[in-house]
């Protein structure tokens, strides 16, 4: 059974700061991963998608990582800001096709002015 | 573009009382599905459809049903409210399930059972 883990749970950071939230999944037999955000009261938003053939994926200030092999991720986020705090969770993609996923439970983020 | 959108927002039910969730979207995508977020958990997938007519079970199938009579609809059914069914549930679509389409989500459902 595929579990999906995220480290920490809550970090808090000053702003400015370069962060990475960890993810790791117990089966190296995914489809593909994807990392979104949560604002508080809200649904999730997409922020990168890796598929499985791909280690890395770039948006703007953020970069996902994935190594299938020893079944983690990574978001890097650079020079962090107020406006990034939120929960970001991790989700893999089983089987043929990626609506059948498996969440991590979440990093809540706080950057502190 | 309204993308993904639920209703009700919110609603509080008495246990043994039934219910549908709405979902509905408007980009014409193939594939939709039922998750619910618990504290601590994460999301967990309840009911999923990869178009009109067909439908499958999640993670977390059991006191839940759903149909898909339209490519736009979605409906969740509570059966029987129970208080372990307290959560927000998000409805979510994406396109061809291709791999490389991202997923997006309607703002959630929060259900509390009495």
């Known amino acids: 059974k595929q579990e999906v883990t995220q480290i920490p749970a809550a970090l808090s950071v000053p702003e400015g700061e370069n962060l990475v939230l960890n993810c790791s999944f117990t089966?190296?037999?995914?489809?593909?991963l994807q990392w979104f955000r949560q604002d508080p009261g809200k649904g999730l938003t997409s922020l990168l998608l890796i598929q499985s053939s791909q280690r890395e994926q770039t948006s703007g200030r953020l970069n996902a990582s994935l190594d299938k092999s020893s079944g983690r991720s990574t978001l890097y986020i650079a020079a962090s800001q107020p406006g990034d705090s939120a929960t970001y969770l991790c989700a893999v993609g089983l089987h043929g096709h990626n609506n059948d996923m498996r969440f991590g439970a979440g990093t809540r983020l706080t950057v502190k002015p | 573009n309204a993308g993904v959108t639920q209703t009700p927002k919110f609603q509080v039910l008495k246990t043994g009382q039934s219910m549908t969730l709405q979902c509905a979207q408007d980009?014409?995508?193939?594939?939709m599905s039922w998750y619910r977020q618990d504290p601590g958990m994460g999301l967990r997938l309840i009911h999923y459809s990869v178009g009109a007519g067909i439908t499958d079970q999640g993670e977390v199938p059991n006191g839940y049903n759903v149909s898909r009579s339209t490519t736009e609809d979605f409906p969740l059914r509570l059966l029987s409210a129970a208080p372990s069914q307290t959560s927000v549930y998000f409805c979510?679509?994406?396109?061809?399930?291709?791999?490389?389409?991202?997923?997006?989500f309607g703002p959630g459902t929060r259900l509390t059972v009495l």
């Open positions: 979510a679509s994406l396109s061809s399930g291709q791999g490389a389409d991202t997923q997006y």
């Open positions: 980009m014409n995508h193939e594939y």
């Open positions: 089966d190296s037999a995914i489809y593909n």
